[in-house]
């Protein structure tokens, strides 16, 4: 714990923030090799590694789930109330849309293997992608709007985290970086 005047300020974890960092990484990937792969039928290579990649991401948010479930996050006493308010309504949503955006993928490809004949399903680092039911809900808009949701909230958490180190010049960013 290091102490900056009257604020007590708590580091987080080195392992939440290798999960932080080591996943921030493949999601922004993620969306930008999804908009790559909209509509795109000529290269097959791109929707099955956004399907592995996105599946490794899925692997890693649950292991994140439960790091963050059993060391709760430092908190700051630093912040006003709003901020408070907005920061966990943020990362609320950055979590949800963890959860949403794969099952929302799967279920839009299994929707569309099941629609076009001859397509195969996605594989998995080389493992076929098993399908999910079709309910008959064009999972594709709920997926393609999920994503374009997640790079606003990716930057809005940008832009608060660069607020608090340029204008408050508190310990916000500092917290979370890996070094």
């Not at 929302?104 to 080389?126: C, D, K, N, Q």
């Amino acid at each position: 714990m290091a102490t900056n005047g009257l604020i007590t300020i708590r580091h987080y974890t080195k392992t939440a923030r290798a999960l932080h960092w080591v996943m921030a990484l493949p999601i922004v990937a993620l969306l930008v090799l999804g908009q790559q792969t909209m509509g795109s039928h000529t290269a097959r290579w791109l929707p099955s590694l956004h399907a592995s990649t996105g599946l490794v991401v899925v692997l890693m948010f649950a292991v994140r789930v439960i790091w963050r479930w059993k060391h709760p996050p430092a908190i700051s006493n630093y912040r006003s109330g709003w901020e408070v308010i907005a920061s966990h309504t943020v990362h609320s949503l950055l979590y949800g849309g963890m959860v949403l955006i794969p099952i929302s993928g799967w279920l839009a490809y299994t929707e569309h293997v099941h629609r076009s004949m001859g397509i195969r399903p996605a594989s998995w680092f080389g493992f076929r992608i098993p399908l999910l039911p079709d309910f008959g809900f064009n999972w594709h808009i709920v997926h393609n709007w999920s994503g374009k949701l997640m790079m606003v909230l990716i930057a809005v958490h940008v832009a608060a985290a660069l607020k608090h180190h340029l204008f408050d010049q508190d310990e916000t960013l500092k917290r979370m970086l890996p070094w």
